[in-house]
């Protein structure tokens, strides 16, 4: 057993030397575990091993027994608790001698996992501890100051904003000269000097530093590290808004920070950027004691960077150039505001209700102005922030205007009729003889211009809208503020969709397969939950959500189904609630949802209305047959055109030049849900050519059958009885 241990092996033949050591430290760090340094006497001769290599002449091996030491750190406490004296030993004087990078960022790497590490053990801490921290933060200070490398700066200020939380009392003394070099940071005085690589530890750094206050001054110099990062933003935010006038129609006085006025403006965005940075860091920031929050002025900082508008015309008197450069960095200013209000959104949460509806009607008014798919997601995101995290009770009005939006970006998915045009062509071409055919020519090199055209989502921001378009548009339809007319056409929405997804291949939607997965998932649930509607009845589209989601291993969604066939209560015995009776054609339509299909789009002619709603007709008498017993052998079919592409194709979408999105239009019935079980059947060919060549007499008959209908499901029938003495059990 001796002669197999892993600590023998490595120490008799990858430890054999400080070259051997140096080539084989990859392999070393990448095998050991927790495993290795249980109780034997082959840990002796391990830390002998690593305390060799620290007081090694050469600078490799000192690099390789640095990373050894923080390995074994990791892997075992005790062995660290044992040896870290004379490691921190080595470790801390190699900090102010001249030493190669690597040594220094392992040696930086190895003091802080040893202060981080013990830090329940009082003992270690007394006499380990407290008396190299101070040594250690006065090496790291000496880097900061000197022109050192941007990686070891970078390493440096986060190991401070680590450590001062665990030892605020030892870093009091250090508090000014952090501070003030935290500052010089945030106060370069040209824009390529400041580094976004160094200004995100410095905010970290910055936020953490009112910690040294102690349990009394913390709150006081959180709450002043607040109001002096809200200032700078206010004054960065009017330093890249002087073209613009104010609400009085003054134009705002500034002192410019550069002698050039364009680089005064990028200056001023990017302290802008940094201070709502600041903020977020703050507010994330755990204090000892409870503070108070000024929700009221950063509500109005955010709403002032939200409505910053674009305009037309550059004003008189202004220099052009600088009103160009303000313009420019609108959207940047939106993107700030953006993650404002996200990081209020995740910190203070239920605080926000009260600012919610306002915020959401800025939003609202951004998102139906043409901008562009990047600008959009930052306000989407805010979207699902706020009403996931505020749960806000807003007005119907402003419910219906965030509805529309994210069905208008989720209409992407469906057919434009530019694309049924074609399928239409290319299934009358395989009706035609050989002698009227073509032959396709097809050149080398033609597959790599199409194939950005037929993507939907080519870009990852296409696929990101969708996404949070989903998930703002489910959580829109859970709140009961919504119209039943919009509730009716977004459920139609997402049914259509999701019969068309599995129609199509993870390539036609985007290049990341991830992202076809991700939607299919995301409209699945969503079709789902509008499916099972109430608690006390389901909606009459359950059964068609459940024909694409057979044949799937989603487990997550078999289980709401099995929730929802097998209740764990009662349901109550009442009506289906008027608003789960959504209309899919256009004859049950009301008022109200026809004014919400017009301005969605969705303008249907009557007559291919009709013709589809016939052909839906004869596949209801082919499964009233199959139901009743009688064979029916089916033609054969030539062009292999389903029930949702004769849908899709008798109900183009009309591509309107003010709308981002390209529209919808689907149709369906509530009887042909009710029959639909497994799958969508197909059409055949001569009830294709039927349904399309005689829109005439398909009319007359599917108002017939739909006014039938519609008296049917008013009558009041009688109640069943119920047999007490049955057991389904048993059966």
């Not at 890249?240 to 002698?259: A, I, K, S, W, Y």
Request: proline letters at 6%; glycine letters at 4%.
């Amino acid at each position: 057993m001796d002669s197999t241990h892993p600590l023998k092996a490595l120490l008799n033949f990858h430890l054999a030397s400080d070259a051997s050591a140096v080539v084989h430290l990859p392999f070393i760090t990448g095998i050991i575990t927790a495993k290795h340094f249980l109780p034997s006497p082959h840990l002796a001769k391990w830390t002998s091993r690593i305390n060799s290599l620290l007081h090694s002449k050469d600078a490799g091996a000192r690099w390789a027994g640095l990373c050894l030491a923080h390995r074994t750190s990791i892997c075992s406490k005790l062995v660290m608790i044992e040896s870290a004296q004379s490691w921190l030993g080595v470790a801390i004087p190699l900090l102010s001698k001249k030493e190669p990078l690597p040594n220094l960022i392992a040696s930086i790497s190895l003091c802080r996992m040893v202060f981080r590490n013990a830090t329940d053990t009082p003992e270690f801490q007394r006499q380990v501890s407290t008396p190299n921290v101070s040594k250690f933060t006065t090496a790291l200070i000496v880097f900061l100051e000197k022109d050192s490398d941007l990686e070891l700066k970078k390493l440096v200020l986060k190991t401070l904003a680590r450590l001062i939380p665990l030892y605020p009392n030892i870093y009091r003394a250090s508090h000014a000269s952090l501070l003030s070099i935290v500052s010089r940071i945030f106060s370069q005085s040209a824009p390529n000097h400041i580094s976004q690589q160094l200004v995100e530890p410095a905010c970290l750094l910055y936020s953490v530093l009112h910690y040294t206050g102690g349990k009394v001054g913390a709150a006081n110099l959180w709450r002043k590290s607040l109001d002096d990062s809200i200032s700078s933003a206010w004054t960065a935010f009017i330093g890249v808004r002087t073209t613009f006038p104010d609400e009085n129609g003054r134009f705002p006085q500034v002192q410019l920070l550069h002698e050039e006025p364009a680089t005064s403006v990028t200056l001023n965005m990017e302290r802008l950027c940094m201070s709502v940075q600041l903020i977020g860091n703050l507010l994330q920031s755990p204090t000892q004691r409870p503070v108070q929050v000024p929700v009221g002025s950063l509500m109005n900082l955010a709403s002032k960077m939200l409505l910053v508008a674009v305009e037309d015309e550059t004003p008189s008197n202004i220099d052009p150039i600088v009103w160009a450069m303000e313009t420019a960095v609108i959207p940047r200013i939106w993107r700030a505001a953006c993650d404002l209000i996200k990081r209020l959104c995740e910190c203070i949460d239920r605080h926000l209700t009260t600012y919610s509806s306002r915020l959401l009607s800025y939003i609202a008014f951004r998102l139906e102005q043409k901008i562009s798919l990047f600008n959009q997601i930052p306000f989407l995101e805010t979207v699902h922030a706020l009403l996931t995290r505020c749960h806000p009770s807003h007005s119907p009005l402003l419910s219906s205007r965030l509805t529309r939006i994210a069905l208008s970006n989720l209409m992407v998915i469906l057919p434009s009729q530019t694309d049924v045009q074609n399928s239409m062509a290319q299934t009358g071409g395989t009706n035609k003889s050989k002698k009227g055919r073509k032959r396709a020519r097809n050149y080398e090199g033609d597959e790599l211009f199409k194939a950005s055209g037929d993507v939907i989502c080519p870009t990852i921001d296409d696929v990101k809208s969708l996404l949070i378009s989903c998930d703002v548009l489910r959580l829109l339809l859970q709140n009961a503020n919504v119209t039943p007319a919009l509730h009716s056409m977004a459920s139609r929405v997402i049914l259509a969709i999701s019969l068309e997804l599995p129609q199509m291949t993870p390539a036609t939607l985007s290049p990341d397969p991830h992202a076809y997965h991700a939607l299919v998932q995301k409209i699945r649930d969503t079709a789902v939950q509008l499916g099972s509607s109430t608690t006390s009845a389901m909606s009459q589209s359950l059964n068609l959500v459940l024909s694409t989601t057979s044949g799937t291993d989603d487990q997550d969604s078999w289980r709401k189904v099995d929730m929802l066939i097998h209740p764990r209560f009662p349901p109550l015995l009442r009506p289906l609630p008027k608003l789960d009776s959504f209309a899919l054609f256009r004859s049950e339509e009301s008022a109200e949802e026809a004014e919400e299909r017009q301005h969605l789009g969705l303008n249907v002619p009557l007559a291919q209305s009709k013709s589809v709603s016939a052909a839906i007709q004869d596949i209801h008498m082919d499964n009233s047959l199959k139901s009743a017993g009688l064979s029916i052998v089916p033609a054969p079919l030539s062009t292999g055109l389903s029930i949702t592409s004769q849908i899709s194709t008798a109900f183009p979408v009309e591509r309107r030049p003010d709308v981002g999105a390209p529209s919808l239009s689907m149709t369906t019935t509530a009887e042909f849900q009710r029959n639909l079980t497994s799958s969508l059947p197909s059409v055949t060919p001569r009830e294709s050519a039927a349904s399309f060549t005689q829109p005439s007499q398909a009319s007359g008959s599917t108002e017939e059958t739909n006014a039938t209908t519609s008296e049917d499901l008013d009558l009041d029938e009688d109640m069943p009885s119920i047999n007490l003495e049955s057991d389904s059990d048993s059966e």
